[in-house]
């Protein structure tokens, strides 16, 4: 599912909201958020938080609470989904998002439950580190955020509990951001003409060429 997200964009800002979700299950059409959290960044440095606990409405599978050590206990007087996503959409306001692995988990939660409760879709550009992490750290096997933070050095104490994977997550776009102005200052960024994606480079049939990072919602092509 990809309905109206923001682009995809693949740059080092000092002004943005990082975020996490714990949910019940990897299928937003059936699964639940269970967790939200988020931190804001300005000038680089964090300057606000939002963490609330989400009562989805039914029982946690053993296999989430394993996870991320929520139980139906620790939900059962937390807010529904509707109060938490609309406090959640005012915290981050129209904020580029910053998160590991959003472009195909976390956005298409928030994107389904926005699109179900309020009929309307959540249009912010944003960050996916994971993508990040790729392009910047091509000697990893492996590119979880705990991989990621590995690292950098950075603490995983507290992983897949939604801000403390926000905390760890805004450490690790402040390292991968370093490296990618670093990587463009011999490989500048391309954006796609069609939709202002970043365009990066791929192999086809005929050899190489720059295709749209947003690809496949955006086609864009161009020559190398």
Known sequence: MTGNKGKRL????????????????????????????????REHKAVDEFSTLVNPGMHIPAAASRVNHITDDMV????????????FLRFAGDDILVGHNIHSFDLNFIYHGTMRIFHTAIENDYIDTLYMARQCLPELSHYKLS??????????K?????????????KCYEGLGK????RRKTDPEITCPKCGAEMVKRSGKYG???GCSDFPRCRGTRKI
Do not use: W
């Open 76 to 87: 059962e007087s937390a807010p529904e989904l509707a109060q938490a996503l609309e406090g």
């Open 147 to 156: 991989d990621v933070a590995a690292y950098f050095h950075i603490s995983t």
């Open 10 to 41: 693949n740059k080092y800002i000092g002004d943005y909201v990082v975020f996490d979700l714990e949910t019940t299950g990897v299928r937003p059409d059936v699964d639940e958020i269970i967790e939200i959290s988020a931190i804001k960044v």
């Open 179 to 182: 490296i990618l102005c670093q």
């Open 158 to 170: 507290g992983a897949h509990r939604a801000l403390n994977d926000c905390v760890m997550n805004q």
């Open 208 to 210: 190489e060429f720059y």
